[in-house]
Nanobody, 123 residues
């Protein structure tokens, strides 16, 4: 059974940092894209970044230069380092996996999702 578990969320003050983790179990993550999304209350999920099996990443403009995604194949994990956080980054953050090369804008192609982790940034 495929399963994704996020961790690392929490509360932080403006300009602080958090590191989210996503552990994938149930299949070979080297063959899939992994992405991070977030969701504000009452809004659609917003794609932030994806990482391909070859390690290439694509970032949304809203987080480019502040967030960094990485993955560790040996640990079947993906990470999201979030720096210079702003109150408007407050949301529930999700990781998801999809076919080998899929961009975060193609949300509908990501077929396995974690349960989400809350990130709260206070001013």
């Amino acid at each position: 059974q495929v399963r994704l578990v996020e961790s690392g969320g929490g509360s932080v003050q403006i300009c602080g940092s958090l590191r989210l983790s996503c552990v994938v179990s149930g299949y070979d993550t080297t063959k899939y894209s992994v992405a991070w999304f977030r969701q504000f209350p009452g809004k659609e999920r917003e794609g932030l970044v994806n990482i391909y099996p070859d390690g290439n990443t694509q970032y949304a403009d809203s987080v480019k230069g502040r967030f960094t995604m990485s993955r560790d194949f040996d640990k079947h994990s993906a990470f999201l380092q979030m720096d210079r956080l702003k109150p408007e980054d407050t949301a529930i953050y999700y990781c998801a996996t999809g076919p080998r090369y899929v961009h975060f804008r193609e949300t509908w192609l990501f077929n396995t999702w974690g349960q989400g982790t809350q990130v709260t940034v206070s001013s």
